[in-house]
């Protein structure tokens, strides 16, 4: 059974960065995505990001394409968030997951770390 940690978030200004870390542990090549999501106070689990972990392939939600990069070290078993011109609604805990294939909603992800939060101060 895979595992999943993340970490990397914290409190940063409007305009800054950040990069999230997802490391995997037991058998994260079963599945064949890594993807972000985020979940904001009162809101529903959003999508971010989906790589795939074989070719590569990537997928962003509307509302990051342009900011966000999402990246993976099958090496180290290792997923990336980075994270350019936050924004206050950027703010969220952030959670990686993995998938059989790069869906947008969350119920179609098996595994799930426990989130990292992240807030964007104006």
């Known amino acids: 059974q895979a595992q999943l940690v993340e970490s990397g978030g914290g409190l940063v200004q409007v305009g800054g960065s950040l990069r999230l870390s997802c490391s995997a542990s037991g058998r994260p090549f079963s599945y064949n995505v890594v993807g972000w999501f985020r979940q904001a106070p009162g809101r529903a689990r959003e999508f971010v990001a989906a790589?795939?972990?074989?070719?590569?392939?990537?997928y962003y939600g509307d509302s990051v394409k342009g900011r966000f990069t999402i990246s993976r070290d099958n090496a180290n078993n290792t997923g990336y968030l980075q994270m350019n011109s936050l924004k206050p609604e950027d703010t969220a805990v952030y959670f990686c997951?993995?998938?059989?294939?790069?869906?947008?909603?969350?119920?179609?992800?098996?595994?799930w770390g426990q989130g990292t939060q992240v807030t964007v101060s104006s």
């Open positions: 790589i795939n972990l074989r070719g590569g392939n990537t």
């Open positions: 997951a993995l998938s059989p294939a790069p869906y947008s909603r969350p119920e179609e992800y098996r595994v």
